[in-house]
């Protein structure tokens, strides 16, 4: 299993990054596919999700109306466009795969990682 983000760098308050998240090793359109965060000094967070299903998104209050996640079951990529950046938006993005199996089967699987540092 692999996931592999990329897009990550340095971009000043108000502008744009667009995060992709390639997999493989597992059946990608059975997965919730997530982004989360995690800033130094703080927990890991959610910022938004895509279900396998549905086509439902969600996202963390502090980052609605700004990012967008997307996916495409076809690439076995998913995606998170980041407008209107803050500085507060700053840490490590991380990509997350999710699928319940059961009710006592889990798997999840997590990438390595892409810095985010938004500075002027």
């Known amino acids: 299993v692999q996931l592999v983000e990329s897009g990550g760098g340095l971009a000043q308050p108000g502008g744009s990054l667009r995060l992709s998240c390639a997999s493989s090793?597992?059946?990608?359109?059975?997965?919730?596919m997530s982004w989360y965060r995690q800033a130094p000094g703080k927990e890991r967070e959610l910022v938004a999700r895509?279900?396998?299903?549905?086509?439902?998104?969600n996202y963390a209050d502090s980052v609605k109306g700004r990012f967008t996640i997307s996916r495409d079951n076809a690439k076995n990529t998913v995606y998170l466009q980041m407008n209107s950046l803050k500085p507060e938006d700053t840490a490590v993005y991380y990509c997350?795969?999710?699928?319940?199996?059961?009710?006592?089967?889990?798997?999840?699987?997590w990438g390595q990682g892409t810095q985010v540092f938004v500075s002027s």
């Open positions: 997350n795969a999710n699928w319940r199996y059961s009710a006592i089967t889990i798997y999840n699987y």
């Open positions: 090793g597992f059946t990608f359109s059975k997965y919730d």
């Open positions: 895509a279900s396998s299903v549905g086509g439902i998104t």
